[in-house]
């Protein structure tokens, strides 16, 4: 593993460790020439996924892409790291076990944000706004209204 402070490729595992459930191995890492450490993860891989964009294009499958969009909209908020690593994990087996190895860019989206609506409701309507485009106030409002509408029915249904 190359070190990502100075490149060099002598680096030593110190520490090794189950992460995410037993589904990711951890590693402490320190370089041999600068003496930095760093952690890494490896997962199990099933198969190389395509995410097909809105405009037809083809591109590769990031979980750490995925991992970033979801951590810009949980920017400040106080959720615990390991529940966002189980939903992005959650997110990427789904994926997987799909069995098409091109997925639809709005799938993805969809299952972020049934994702962070389990996780956070703020993270939900950043994320929401983005993915969906808003463009004023009013887009806001109207999201919140759906939410709220769908909240209620729920508690009715639940009431009966």
Known sequence: MRCPFCGCDDTQV???RAAEDGSSIRRRRQCG???ARFTTFERVQLRELIVVKSSGRKV???RDKLMRSVQVALRKRNVDPERVEQMVTGITRRLEAMGDAEIDSKLIGELVMEGL???DDVA???Y???YKNFREARDF???LDGINEHERDESADSSS
């Open 60 to 62: 590769a499958f990031d």
């Open 141 to 143: 409002e109207q999201f």
């Open 117 to 119: 609506a389990n996780l």
């Open 124 to 126: 939900y309507v950043r």
């Open 14 to 16: 110190k520490d090794s």
């Open 128 to 130: 929401a706004s983005v």
């Open 33 to 35: 020439a600068c003496g």
